[in-house]
């Protein structure tokens, strides 16, 4: 069993920036994928960003040039720097992981293994 808990969300005005972070611990597998999904109210879970045990980084369009993600395998954890924030990033964001599969990796919610409970971000105009 892999538990995965976000933290870093919270209320921030349009143009600011959060830093995300996820970390897992229990029965964590080898060289997991990791990714960042988010849902806003009404709306389906969107792929936003992933990255692999090697380092290998993929973004959803709409947050290309304004999020990265990066890990740090020593310490099983997970981040999601988000800079110019719009009011269109609030959401619920979540952080995924999953064995380790072909690339690139996949962008549907229903492919991923194991889920965080998610942590609010709000932005506000």
């Known amino acids: 069993q892999v538990q995965l808990v976000e933290s870093g969300g919270g209320l921030v005005q349009a143009g600011g920036s959060l830093r995300l972070s996820c970390a897992a611990s229990g029965s964590t597998f080898s060289r997991p994928l990791m990714a960042w999904f988010r849902q806003a109210p009404g709306k389906e879970r969107d792929f936003v960003a992933a990255i692999t045990y090697s380092g290998l980084t993929y973004y959803g369009d709409s947050v290309k040039g304004r999020f990265t993600i990066s890990r740090d395998n020593a310490k099983n954890t997970v981040y999601l720097q988000m800079n110019s924030l719009k009011p269109e990033d609030t959401a619920v964001y979540y952080c995924?992981?999953?064995?380790?599969?072909?690339?690139?990796?996949?962008?549907?919610?229903?492919?991923?293994?194991?889920w965080g409970q998610g942590t609010q971000v709000t932005v506000s105009t």
């Open positions: 995924a992981a999953t064995p380790a599969s072909s690339l690139p990796p996949s962008t549907y919610w229903y492919e991923y293994r194991y």
